[in-house]
């Protein structure tokens, strides 16, 4: 099956940097979702992409759909302290039948320092 | 509009029992998906639920279940326990299959 490879792991930042992250894959995705999970909750969807080449802005945040439509990535402009957790991206193809077939990340534990 | 509810939010659990956990999904979304969500393996899916009907579903035994009701609300069985169950079960819901997901914000389980 479809495998993501997301990194960094982790990533400690100084409050008001910038942080990016990326997600690659060996296989084709027609569709690329970022998601922010806190402790002790659900994820929560930041940015949907659907077309290869979109480049899609949520405030701070900014993530792309790869030309290749294998890799995406997000960047967080001038972190605070409230970004910190869990980012997961997601990789999503219809499968037959309509039935979607979605392939998560291994997320990026992501910690912001006063 | 009130989000994903997923009850209960813990749960305790010995080796050998069953667990049933609900999900109710976002007015007017009709597909439920749930997923598995541990350190080690990170956010496994389970299956997908649209109009009563399994419509998709992960690799997991068949000790792992779930139904949909016509209200869409869901509910996931796992018998037999065992430790490795242990995880953050996530429920998850859309519009229509291919719609975005909105989670819930899961039932951890523990079984000792």
């Known amino acids: 099956g479809q495998q993501l490879n997301q990194s960094p792991q982790s990533m400690f930042i100084q409050e008001g940097e910038d942080v990016s992250m990326n997600c690659t894959s060996s296989s084709i995705f027609n569709t690329w979702l970022w998601y922010k999970q806190d402790p002790g909750e659900g994820p929560v969807l930041l940015i949907a992409?659907?077309?290869?080449?979109e480049l899609t802005s949520n405030g701070r945040l900014t993530a792309q759909f790869g030309i290749t439509r294998k890799d995406s990535f997000l960047n967080i402009s001038a972190s605070i302290p409230s970004d910190v957790g869990i980012y997961f991206c997601a990789g999503q193809i219809p499968r037959s039948g309509s039935a979607r077939q979605l392939t998560f990340g291994s997320g990026t534990q992501l910690t912001v320092l006063p | 509009k009130a989000g994903v509810t997923q009850t209960p939010r813990y749960l305790i659990k010995t080796r050998g029992q069953q667990v049933t956990l609900s999900c109710s999904p976002i007015s007017g979304h009709r597909s439920v998906s749930w997923y598995q969500q541990t350190p080690g393996q990170g956010l496994q899916f389970l299956f997908e639920?649209?109009?009563?009907?399994?419509?998709n579903k992960g690799n997991f035994p068949g000790r792992f279940s779930g139904r949909q009701f016509s209200n869409s609300r869901s509910e996931m069985n796992v018998s037999t326990l065992e430790l490795g169950d242990s995880a953050l079960y996530l429920c998850?819901?859309?519009?229509?299959?291919?719609?975005?997901?909105?989670f819930g914000s899961g039932t951890q389980l523990s079984v000792l």
């Open positions: 992409l659907y077309k290869a080449g």
């Open positions: 639920y649209f109009s009563e009907t399994q419509r």
């Open positions: 998850a819901s859309s519009l229509g299959l291919n719609e975005k997901l909105f």
